[in-house]
């Protein structure tokens, strides 16, 4: 007899021998690779503008028997990352603001591309990291001796052809942490979180719909000078003088 239960030397059929490693083959054939696999838990996640601008912000990811959720962002800013079908050993999925992201998995790590509406209108594709374990912070190793950035800041903001608007910051500060809002005329204001360094200070936002940079220095002055970065309103230089407890934002 010949054909798949072929008996052999020892009157067994050779089936009883390899097919059970066949079976379990195919079975891992359809299993991601080991370490492709996306670990539960909480990552440290950064889209980057150009000059690896970094804008840290946590992603969450949960198992619950063989569903995976996955939420960007926390409190306010929380958004759920809606999974998508896609290859072994990637991660791909949307937010209902309609940002993507798109990534390999490697172990503990997630590397690819996260794309967001850009000031044009446009999409705007951003570098994309993710490392589980650590705490979405711009600093690894913070300072708690730094510049008082708390209170009230006038903000002029200039965008690259030379255009002025005009906005205010309120900031919180408990050591190298700051919490804080800008407020523009006519716009919602704005929630920013970061951490200041020394003399420097770096703000973002990451919501699953915009991401925010603001990175500003103390200037000889006391004033705060710096850059701004947003995927919905492009790049402003910014500079900024305390303001009165009543100061509110004027027009451009």
């Known amino acids: 007899m010949s054909g798949l239960f072929a008996i052999g030397a020892w009157g067994r059929p050779l089936a009883r021998a390899w097919l059970p490693s066949l079976l379990a083959g195919l079975l891992l054939g359809c299993a991601p690779p080991a370490g492709h696999e996306l670990q539960p838990g909480r990552y440290r996640a ?6 690896n601008r970094e804008v840290p912000f946590a992603l ?3 198992r619950e028997g063989p569903k995976v959720r996955v939420a960007v962002g926390e409190g306010d800013t929380r958004a759920a990352l809606a999974l998508a079908p896609s290859p072994a050993g990637q991660l791909a999925g949307s937010t ?5 992201i798109v990534a390999n998995i490697a172990g503990d790590r997630l590397k690819g591309s996260c794309t967001l509406a850009g000031a044009d209108g446009r999409p705007m594709t951003l570098p994309f990291e993710a490392e589980r374990g650590q705490a979405p912070r711009f600093y690894r190793q913070p300072l708690t001796d730094n510049a008082d950035f708390s209170g009230r800041w006038a903000l002029t ?3 690259d052809r030379g255009g002025v608007t005009r906005a205010v910051a ?3 500060q408990s050591f190298e942490r700051v919490t804080g809002r800008v407020e523009g005329p006519g716009a919602a204001p704005i929630a920013l979180v970061g951490e200041a360094r020394d003399e420097e200070l770096r703000l973002g936002r990451f919501d699953g719909t915009v991401a ?3 990175h500003v220095h103390v200037g000889r002055h006391g ?4 850059e701004l970065w947003s995927t919905r309103e492009g ?3 910014v500079a900024a003088v305390r303001a009165a407890p009543s100061a509110a934002p004027t027009g451009p």
Do not use: K, N, Q, S
């Open 235 to 237: 790049h402003r230089r």
């Open 170 to 172: 309120i900031l919180d």
């Open 223 to 226: 004033e705060l000078l710096g």
């Open 157 to 159: 903001l200039t965008d």
């Open 46 to 51: 950064t889209v980057a503008f150009p000059g």
């Open 60 to 62: 969450e990811v949960t």
């Open 212 to 214: 925010v940079l603001v």
């Open 96 to 100: 209902a603001g309609g940002v993507r």
